[in-house]
């Protein structure tokens, strides 16, 4: 017998992609009764950045602006998008918005928090998005995916992206709807 989802862990990078996943989130928790948990979490800064921040923002109070802004501005990100795609959705799937239980936004390591967080939440799945082959950030963020499912203990889904065809379909279905 499969476990039941009762607590599902949403991790977005914020990236396009993130808002189709979170559709697969939604969709389990609205066919399971399960909460979902969103969490973001913001690349902890290197000690090369740590130092550069150091020696060129001399101002203790700037510093701490500049490290209070990174996350003041994912929330603000990820508020947005939230409200975005709740906008967009048909009427009667919004009330699915009350499944979100907890929203947490965090500057650390993302596979290591990640799994603290699942493990902490107790949750029973963990809901990411994979990523566009050639970006830039490509690398690092594949090794987040793969290291979550490396040492997850519980189910992890990672949504590909959609093929270009399919994510057409779906801004127009959204323009419709708005």
Known sequence: MLPE?????????????????????????????????????????????HFALQTYVLND????????????????????????FWDVLAPEEKAFRSKIVSVDIVENYPAENILKKSRELQCDLIVMGAHEKGRIMHTFLGSVAKSVLRHSKIPTLVVPLPDKEEAAKEKAAARKRS
Do not use: M, P, W
Not at 70 to 78: D, P, V
């Open 5 to 49: 989802f009762k607590k599902i862990l949403y991790c977005t990078d914020l990236s396009k992609n993130a808002s189709f996943a979170f559709k697969y989130a939604v969709y389990l928790a609205k066919s399971t009764g399960a909460d979902i948990h969103v969490l973001h979490v913001i690349e902890k800064l290197s000690d090369d950045a």
């Open 61 to 84: 109070k700037s510093r701490d602006d500049f490290l209070h802004h990174r996350i003041q501005h994912a929330r603000e990100r990820l508020n947005e998008r939230q409200d975005y």
